[in-house]
């Protein structure tokens, strides 16, 4: 089979049908970042062919009249083998043209993703003197979409639909973090996500989808608590080529290894703002007699008890503490996995990987031998950040990592994350599930030129 990805870059400006933009798309790069106690982020931006003048303003073409920032984005890929997976969804934040000549015209979309379009709006809280308790997920949907007299919402855009468009929020993990309507002050949504409802887990959450319910649009959001464990997660297996590679593993073409220093938590002090429970300080005192205290600060938790308060206080220094010299990141491509030993696999996993639905905060397996060492050392970390570069000859990915030692959690009777003791983990090859839907970028289509489509 030949290692591809089909691209498909469309917008949406109502409920009926999509306008495909892929054949005029020179250059595309997708920015995915997702850490536990803030809101995740996805930013693209998309490169478009004007040559012809479809694109620019006040002109005759095809594209002349659009008003780009009401509409809708999502940048799909597939493999051949495979269905389209969404990488990137959202609305427009910026567009810019560039005149090289009169012949010679480029159009460039910023695209931002719907949690951060959504969190620049002022809410109040409108719940009277009734209290409404809720999952953090579910406050996090009332945010946006509103709830009877609990929550007023936010205006939130048509894109042709018939109503405001809305959020759907799930839980990936185990979810334990409650909080109630009355812990939130008037204020910025934003405001009200990054410091009041992601550090109370702590947890995060990413958007990942549009999509249709009747003629209404849905934006879909994954919401991870501070179990930090995906119910059903992916593991993704990356090799150099020192050894031979198995069916599974995907080449990398360069790693970059360093500690992790800058992550380095010790001391926390957490309370909760209304000053209802008292504040809590936990210190790991081994930690700061090595590097001096690196502390944080979260003095305004939506709590319900004492012991979510005891909890916020603790999660920080007791995961975060050490300096780990682990991997930060890597960087793999479509042209490098025709080394892989099944194309198939390896470019299904490639296009996973890229998906924001089954990229960010999914874990991985990194083996390598660096100078110095003599024995093949591998990590099991946990993916926080992908960076996508879509050119015609190829597709390149940088993927970012966490140590997943500190960021999951003891699993029973697995034989990665459920051991105790020293380290936490052990390595063992993972047995891998492949569902029977992927994508990717069609090798032909490169011949017929520059244009992803």
């Given at each position: 089979m030949t290692i591809g990805l089909e691209w498909r870059i469309r917008y949406w400006d109502n409920t009926t049908a999509a306008v495909d933009l892929t054949t005029y798309v020179q250059s595309?790069?997708?920015?995915?970042?997702?850490?536990?106690?803030?809101?995740?982020?996805?930013?693209?931006?998309?490169?478009?062919?004007?040559?012809?003048?479809?694109?620019?303003?006040?002109?005759?073409?095809t594209y002349a009249t659009i008003d780009w920032f009401s509409v809708a984005f999502d940048i799909q890929q597939k493999t051949p083998t495979g269905n389209y997976k969404t990488s990137f969804c959202g609305m427009v934040n910026d567009v810019?043209?560039?005149?090289?000549?009169?012949?010679?015209?480029r159009f460039t979309l910023s695209l931002i993703d719907i949690l951060a379009v959504g969190a620049r709006s002022n809410a109040t809280t409108a719940y009277s003197t009734t209290i409404l308790a809720s999952t953090a997920s579910q406050a996090l949907e009332y945010f946006y979409?509103?709830?009877?007299?609990?929550?007023?919402?936010?205006?939130?855009?048509?894109?042709?639909?018939?109503?405001?468009?809305?959020?759907?929020?799930?839980?990936?993990?185990?979810?334990?973090?409650?909080?109630s309507n009355d812990d939130f002050p008037?204020?910025?949504?934003?405001?009200?996500?990054?410091?009041?409802?992601?550090v109370t887990g702590p947890g995060t959450a990413y958007a990942t989808a549009l999509f249709l319910i009747g003629t209404v649009w849905q934006w879909g959001v994954r919401y991870v608590d501070?179990?930090?464990?995906?119910?059903?997660?992916?593991?993704?297996?990356?090799?150099?080529?020192?050894?031979?590679?198995?069916?599974?593993?995907?080449?990398?073409?360069?790693?970059?290894?360093?500690?992790?220093?800058?992550?380095?938590?010790?001391?926390?002090?957490?309370?909760?703002?209304r000053s209802v429970y008292t504040p809590t300080t936990v210190t790991d005192t081994a930690s700061t007699a090595k590097y001096g205290t690196?502390?944080?600060?979260?003095?305004?938790?939506?709590?319900?008890?004492?012991t979510d308060v005891n909890r916020v206080a603790n999660f920080w220094p007791?995961?975060?503490?050490?300096?780990?010299?682990?991997?930060?990141?890597?960087?793999?491509?479509?042209?490098?996995?025709?080394?892989?030993?099944?194309?198939?696999?390896?470019?299904?996993?490639?296009?996973?990987?890229?998906?924001?639905?089954?990229?960010?905060?999914?874990?991985?397996?990194?083996s390598?031998?660096?100078?110095?060492?003599?024995?093949?050392?591998?990590?099991?970390?946990?993916?926080?950040?992908?960076?996508?570069?879509?050119?015609?000859?190829?597709?390149?990915?940088?993927?970012?990592?966490?140590?997943?030692?500190?960021?999951?959690?003891?699993?029973?009777?697995?034989?990665?994350?459920?051991?105790?003791?020293?380290?936490?983990?052990t390595y063992n090859q993972p047995e891998i599930i492949y569902d029977e839907n992927d994508w990717i970028y069609n090798d032909s289509q490169v011949e017929q030129g520059n244009k992803l489509g």
């Open positions: 595309l790069t997708i920015d995915t970042e997702v850490n536990i106690g803030l809101c995740g982020r996805s930013l693209a931006t998309v490169v478009i062919d004007n040559d012809s003048g479809a694109f620019t303003p006040q002109g005759t073409g810019n043209f560039e005149f090289v000549s009169v012949t010679e015209s979409n509103g709830s009877s007299t609990y929550y007023s919402g936010i205006d939130m855009p048509f894109i042709g639909g018939t109503a405001e468009s809305k959020l759907i929020v799930t839980a990936t993990t185990t979810e334990k973090t409650t909080v008037p204020g910025r949504v934003g405001d009200w996500i990054n410091n009041n409802l992601l501070f179990d930090l464990n995906q119910i059903n997660p992916q593991t993704y297996i990356f090799s150099d080529t020192a050894a031979a590679l198995v069916s599974g593993e995907m080449p990398y073409t360069a790693i970059d290894l360093q500690y992790k220093y800058d992550m380095v938590v010790n001391s926390c002090t957490a309370a909760d703002q690196r502390t944080v600060a979260f003095e305004s938790l939506c709590t319900e008890q004492q007791n995961r975060y503490s050490t300096a780990r010299y682990t991997c930060k990141t890597l960087t793999t491509s479509l042209s490098t996995l025709k080394q892989a030993v099944d194309d198939t696999i390896a470019n299904d996993q490639f296009s996973k990987l890229l998906s924001i639905l089954q990229g960010p905060w999914q874990r991985a397996e990194v390598y031998v660096g100078p110095g060492q003599s024995t093949r050392k591998t990590e099991l970390l946990v993916v926080n950040k992908i960076s996508v570069s879509a050119t015609p000859s190829d597709t390149t990915v940088v993927i970012g990592f966490l140590p997943g030692i500190d960021n999951q959690s003891f699993e029973l009777d697995s034989s990665k994350y459920g051991i105790l003791g020293g380290s936490g983990l």
